[in-house]
C-alpha cells in the first residue's frame, strides 16, 4: 500500500483536527509528563488499532517533541547523527538535517547514540550527541550553529538531555572526570558560562524551575547532590545532599515541591558498607608504597562488588585518594526518593527535605505526580502509588500483562496513566490512589522513547517507527 492511499483510509480520523498544543521538550513544557487541557485520548491502540499514522523511523532512543505542526526527533544512520522533522497531521517526514559523528563514545547496550531528547525554543531545535556536541537547527532544517563537546569519560555513556530557558541550551555533562553544566547562548552557540561539577557519571536531565524572586534556575541531579544554579551565571544556588551514585531519573516539580528518585544497584536499604578512609586504606594496602591503590592490593572486603573500571575513574589501573572517596561514599549511600522544598540557599538538606521513601523504586523512569498522587514504576512491572504531600504508600502491585523492564517514563492525561515497557507493552491506568489496570497494548518493537501527548493524540516511538495514535472522531 502507498503512502497515499494509507493517509487517504485516515482521512475520517485526519479531519478536523487542530494541533493547539506543544510538547517542546522531554515530559512536555514543564518537564511534569502532564497535558491538564488534552482529552479524550484512546486507551487501546496498537498497530492495527486507532492508528492515526506510522511513519518508519532509523535507530535511535529520543522521545518525540512537537512544535505547532511540526515533530523533531533524533536517530542515526551509519556515521550520521539525524535530525528529522515530521509533519504534524500525517507523519510524513519534512526534513532530515545530518552531521558526521566525530569519534565513538563507549556507552551501555541500553544507551544510545540518539538518546538524548531534542529541545525547542526561540524559533528553533536544539540537539545533543554525545559523539559529536551540540546543534542548533531552523524549523526548515538549516544548520544554525554547531558547538562540539567531548570525548567523554562516562562508564555508560552521556545521555542528559539538553533544557532551554531565557534565552540558553543548557546540558549537564557528568562523567568520571571533568565534569560540567555548560549554558550556551541560543542564538550563537557561544559558551555564556560553563561550571565544574564535583561529581561521577550520571545521566539525569535537569528541570527548569522559575521562582517568584531571583533567577530561574537549573536544577540537576548529580552523584550524592542535588544542586540548582542561576540560568544567568552557573552560579550554585542550594543543594541537597543524600542522593545515590548514578541518578537516570529527572526531577519533577509540583507548586513549590520537587521530587526526584534515585537508584543505583547496591544502595539499597540493608546494603550499605562503611569503608575506611583513604589514609587509613593506603597505610594497610599499599605494598608498593606508590600512594594508589591496585585492585590486588586491596583486601577481599574491600573491593567492588562491580567492575574495577566503575571506580578507577581516570582509567589508569589504579585508586586515587578522589576516586577511593567516591567509591567510599558510593557504597555507604542510598537509593531513595525526595520531597524537597524549594528555595533557600546553600545546603538545604536539613531544612528543606519534607520526606524520604526507599522501597520499589525505578531504577530510570522518572515520577509521575497526577492529582497529589506520585506514581513509580520498577523494573519487573511493579507499580507504587504514594500520598504526594507525606510520602504514604497508597498501593503497590505488579502490572498484570507487562512484568517487564521499564525505560520510558510515565505521563498523565483524561485521568488515565500510559507507561511503556521495553518489550513494547503500553500499560494504561486509571489514575487514582487505588490505581487499577484499563488495558495492556501490545506494539511490534520494543520501547525506550517516553511518549508526548498534546490535544486528543499520543505519540509513541518504538525502535522501528513513530506512531500517532487517536480516537475516531
Known amino acids: 500500500m502507498t503512502r497515499r492511499s ?3 483510509l485516515l482521512s475520517p480520523l485526519l479531519a478536523g483536527r487542530a494541533f493547539a498544543g506543544d510538547w517542546p521538550q522531554l515530559r512536555g513544557p514543564d518537564g511534569s509528563g502532564l497535558c491538564p487541557s488534552c482529552s479524550h485520548l484512546p486507551t487501546e491502540f496498537g498497530p492495527g488499532k486507532n492508528v492515526l499514522w506510522k511513519t518508519d523511523l532509523p535507530p535511535g532512543k529520543s522521545s518525540p517533541v512537537l512544535v505547532g505542526d511540526r515533530i523533531f526527533l533524533t536517530a542515526s544512520d551509519g556515521e550520521e547523527l539525524v535530525t528529522l522533522c515530521l509533519d504534524r497531521p500525517t507523519g510524513a517526514v519534512r526534513w532530515r538535517s545530518s552531521v558526521r559523528a566525530a569519534r565513538h563514545e563507549p556507552m551501555n547496550d541500553l544507551n544510545d547514540r540518539a538518546a538524548p531528547t531534542a529541545v525547542v525554543g526561540d524559533d528553533r531545535v536544539f540537539v545533543f550527541f554525545s559523539e559529536l ?9 538549516k544548520e544554525l550553529w554547531q558547538t562540539p563537546l567531548g570525548p567523554f569519560n562516562s562508564q555508560h555513556g552521556v545521555v542528559a538531555s539538553p533544557v532551554y530557558a531565557d534565552g540558553r541550551v543548557v546540558l549537564v555533562c557528568d562523567q568520571d572526570t571533568d565534569a560540567y553544566i555548560i549554558a550556551l547562548d541560543a542564538e550563537t552557540g557561544e559558551v555564556a558560562w560553563k561550571v565544574p561539577r564535583n561529581v561521577i557519571n550520571g545521566y539525569a536531565t535537569p ?11 537549573v536544577i540537576a541531579p548529580g552523584s550524592y547532590q542535588l544542586t540548582a544554579y542561576s540560568i544567568v551565571d552557573g552560579e550554585p544556588i542550594w543543594f541537597v545532599r543524600g542522593l545515590t551514585c548514578q541518578p537516570k531519573s529527572a526531577p519533577v516539580i509540583v507548586g513549590d515541591t520537587l521530587y526526584f528518585n534515585g537508584w543505583t544497584s547496591g544502595n539499597d536499604p540493608g546494603q550499605q558498607v562503611e569503608l575506611p578512609e583513604f589514609p587509613e586504606v593506603v597505610a594497610k594496602a599499599d605494598a608498593d608504597h606508590n600512594g594508589k591503590l591496585s585492585q590486588p592490593e586491596l583486601p577481599k572486603p574491600w573491593q567492588p562488588t562491580g567492575s574495577w573500571r566503575a571506580i578507577d575513574l581516570d582509567r589508569d589501573g589504579f585508586l586515587n585518594e578522589r576516586e577511593w572517596t567516591f567509591f567510599r561514599t558510593r557504597r555507604a549511600a542510598r537509593n531513595g526518593l525526595l520531597a524537597v522544598k524549594l ?3 546553600g545546603d538545604v538538606t536539613e531544612t528543606n527535605v519534607l520526606w524520604r521513601f526507599e522501597k520499589g523504586l525505578p531504577d530510570v523512569p522518572t515520577p509521575l505526580v497526577y492529582d497529589d498522587v506520585l506514581y513509580l514504576f520498577k523494573n519487573g512491572g511493579i507499580a507504587t502509588s504514594l500520598d504526594a504531600r507525606t510520602g504514604k504508600v497508597l498501593k503497590q502491585g505488579r502490572l498484570t500483562g507487562a512484568l517487564d523492564n521499564y525505560y520510558a517514563s510515565p505521563v498523565g492525561v483524561d485521568g488515565k496513566i500510559y507507561v511503556a ?3 513494547g507493552k503500553v500499560v494504561v491506568l486509571r489514575a487514582a490512589a487505588q490505581w487499577e489496570i484499563l488495558a495492556v497494548n501490545e506494539m511490534d518493537a520494543p520501547i525506550y522513547a517516553t511518549p508526548a501527548i498534546t490535544d486528543d493524540i499520543i505519540y509513541l516511538r518504538t525502535q522501528k517507527a513513530l506512531y500517532a495514535f487517536a480516537q475516531p472522531k
Open 6 to 8: 494509507a493517509l487517504s
Open 133 to 141: 556536541g551540540l546543534v542548533a537547527y531552523d524549523f526548515d532544517g
Open 207 to 217: 528541570i527548569i524551575h522559575r521562582p517568584e524572586s531571583g533567577p530561574t534556575q
Open 343 to 345: 528555595g533557600g540557599s
Open 421 to 423: 515497557s521495553e518489550q
